[in-house]
């Protein structure tokens, strides 16, 4: 029963961790005036995959962290460490 609620809480503390990650990408991009294709053309991704992560439902690969980080003109960090909404 312990190691299930440890399973659930790490799962939660995942989903909002992508939450929070697609929030900051939202708000920089939004912030910036860039549409998601915009984004995703300078970060080398489909508009699908910045859609996803906006929406958390799809966890980036670090290489991917860092295109969008530079697409947007942020350090990958401010994407972990910004709390919006």
Do not use: C, W, Y
Not at 41 to 65: M, Q, S, Y
Request: no cysteine.
């Amino acid at each position: 029963m312990v190691v299930e609620e440890q399973e659930l809480q790490s799962a939660t503390a995942t989903v909002e961790r992508l939450e929070q990650f697609g929030r900051a990408v939202r708000h920089f991009r939004v912030e910036r005036g860039l549409s998601q294709a915009a984004v995703a053309r300078a970060a080398g991704v489909d508009r699908k995959t910045i859609n996803r992560v906006e929406n958390a439902r799809f966890a980036p690969h670090l290489d991917h962290v860092f295109a969008i980080a530079d697409a947007l003109g942020v350090r990958p960090e401010e994407l972990f460490a910004a709390r919006i909404g």
